[in-house]
């Protein structure tokens, strides 16, 4: 269980605890997801950071039951006191949307091009609340405003191939808040978009999160965006959580040297986002061939021997926790020593 002190006072809005997803595949079962926990409050905004392959969306999709060919192993996720894995479809239906929304990855296969976006938004509204037709169409009109789409009631009759992309992931926001959702969990909302739209985007989600007081899990691989956004970060990397804590403490002060490496791959305007973090060596180690130990090992500056045992999950102050020998209480000398590899 990953600790969060800021939430001890509180009960939290969501805990997702010591969560594992395993995929049957051609090469055998695999651990998409090995050791996540994490907590969040209401109104809290929590990002969930890591590069690609980390297990962010596969944590997303897991709270929501949403995952395909997958399961939940090991782990709790506890939606304001209830363990969702004991609730039946039929409550998990009423969860999603009305208390918990999701903001998918891919705008594009998220929208279904057959529907004008009206249809679209009326029957995500009236998939749970009993309204009529022109009640739900009117609430549409309100929503799609209310996500900055002009003439909106002339837009409702767009289909999805005539909006831009920002046009098209302001029409998943306004889904997503159709019920008036207590938690948005948006997985990477504006990786799609250019610079000018993401930031637009970005202003848009904070200014809803007040008004509906909401809390926000914001899955990302900018840590600029954190930066932006985030009171509580988690980082991920290969299906764990390796180091979590407040934004501010995390993004100025990394314990762990995985933060480290990512905070300084930080994208700049200029860099192609459709490409993976570049300032860090090597890459994610496939999922059938993790190494034994702390998986960040291989690419780690500070690696040394000890690296290859799993490392302990420390505790450190405000609540901040970290996955390394590193933060070992009782460093060995070899430990404290320089660091015996340079970035690979
Ligand atoms: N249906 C599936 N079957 C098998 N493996 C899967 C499946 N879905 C995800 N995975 C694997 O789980 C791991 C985590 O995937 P996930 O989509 O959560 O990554 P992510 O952190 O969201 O990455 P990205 O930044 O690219 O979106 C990856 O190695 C991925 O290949
Ligand atoms: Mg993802």
Same mark, same amino acid.
């Given at each position: 269980m990953w600790p969060n002190a800021e939430h001890e006072q509180t009960?939290? %809005? %969501?805990r997702v605890a010591d969560l594992r997803v395993e995929f049957d595949t051609a090469r055998g079962t695999? /651990?998409?997801?090995?050791?996540?926990?994490? /907590?969040?409050?209401?109104?809290?905004?929590?990002?969930?950071?890591? /590069?690609?392959?980390?297990?962010?969306s596969v944590t997303a999709l897991a709270v929501l039951q949403l995952l395909d060919g997958g399961r939940i192993a090991n782990g709790q996720i506890v939606w304001d006191g209830q363990d969702l894995s004991a609730v039946d479809k039929s409550r998990m239906r009423g969860i999603r949307g009305e208390d918990i929304a999701m903001i998918f990855q891919d705008p594009m296969t998220s929208l279904d091009p057959l529907y004008s976006i009206g249809d679209q938004i009326v029957e995500a509204i009236r998939l749970h609340r009993k309204i009529s037709k022109t009640e739900a169409r009117d609430r549409a009109v309100e929503l799609l405003g209310q996500v900055g789409i002009p003439d909106a009631r002339t837009r409702l009759r767009a289909y999805p191939h005539e909006l831009s992309g920002g046009q098209r992931q302001r029409v998943m926001i306004a889904i997503a808040l159709a019920c008036a959702p207590r938690l948005l969990i948006a997985d990477e909302p504006t990786t799609a978009l250019d610079v000018t739209i993401e930031a637009q985007v970005l202003e848009l989600i904070r200014d809803l999160q007040r008004q509906y007081q909401m809390a926000l899990v914001l899955v990302t691989h900018d840590m600029g965006v954190v930066a932006e956004m985030a009171d509580w970060v988690v980082v991920c990397y290969a299906g764990q959580v390796v180091e979590q804590g407040p934004a501010g403490k995390l993004l100025t002060d990394p314990q762990h040297p995985y933060t480290e490496a990512l905070l300084t791959a930080i994208p700049t305007p200029e860099t192609d986002k459709s490409q993976p973090l570049g300032a860090i060596g090597g890459a994610v180690p496939a999922l059938h061939e993790m190494p034994p130990g702390c998986r960040f090992q291989p690419r780690c500056r500070h690696a040394w021997q000890d690296c290859t045992q799993p490392p302990p999950v420390v505790r450190l102050d405000g609540g901040r926790s970290s996955r390394c020998w590193l933060r070992a209480p009782a460093p060995t000398e070899s430990r404290r020593a320089e660091p015996e590899q340079e970035l690979a």
């Amino acid at each position: 269980m990953w600790p969060n002190a800021e939430h001890e006072q509180t009960v939290p %809005l %969501l805990r997702v605890a010591d969560l594992r997803v395993e995929f049957d595949t051609a090469r055998g079962t695999v /651990e998409a997801v090995n050791d996540i926990g994490f /907590e969040v409050s209401a109104e809290q905004t929590v990002a969930i950071v890591g /590069e690609s392959g980390s297990g962010k969306s596969v944590t997303a999709l897991a709270v929501l039951q949403l995952l395909d060919g997958g399961r939940i192993a090991n782990g709790q996720i506890v939606w304001d006191g209830q363990d969702l894995s004991a609730v039946d479809k039929s409550r998990m239906r009423g969860i999603r949307g009305e208390d918990i929304a999701m903001i998918f990855q891919d705008p594009m296969t998220s929208l279904d091009p057959l529907y004008s976006i009206g249809d679209q938004i009326v029957e995500a509204i009236r998939l749970h609340r009993k309204i009529s037709k022109t009640e739900a169409r009117d609430r549409a009109v309100e929503l799609l405003g209310q996500v900055g789409i002009p003439d909106a009631r002339t837009r409702l009759r767009a289909y999805p191939h005539e909006l831009s992309g920002g046009q098209r992931q302001r029409v998943m926001i306004a889904i997503a808040l159709a019920c008036a959702p207590r938690l948005l969990i948006a997985d990477e909302p504006t990786t799609a978009l250019d610079v000018t739209i993401e930031a637009q985007v970005l202003e848009l989600i904070r200014d809803l999160q007040r008004q509906y007081q909401m809390a926000l899990v914001l899955v990302t691989h900018d840590m600029g965006v954190v930066a932006e956004m985030a009171d509580w970060v988690v980082v991920c990397y290969a299906g764990q959580v390796v180091e979590q804590g407040p934004a501010g403490k995390l993004l100025t002060d990394p314990q762990h040297p995985y933060t480290e490496a990512l905070l300084t791959a930080i994208p700049t305007p200029e860099t192609d986002k459709s490409q993976p973090l570049g300032a860090i060596g090597g890459a994610v180690p496939a999922l059938h061939e993790m190494p034994p130990g702390c998986r960040f090992q291989p690419r780690c500056r500070h690696a040394w021997q000890d690296c290859t045992q799993p490392p302990p999950v420390v505790r450190l102050d405000g609540g901040r926790s970290s996955r390394c020998w590193l933060r070992a209480p009782a460093p060995t000398e070899s430990r404290r020593a320089e660091p015996e590899q340079e970035l690979a």
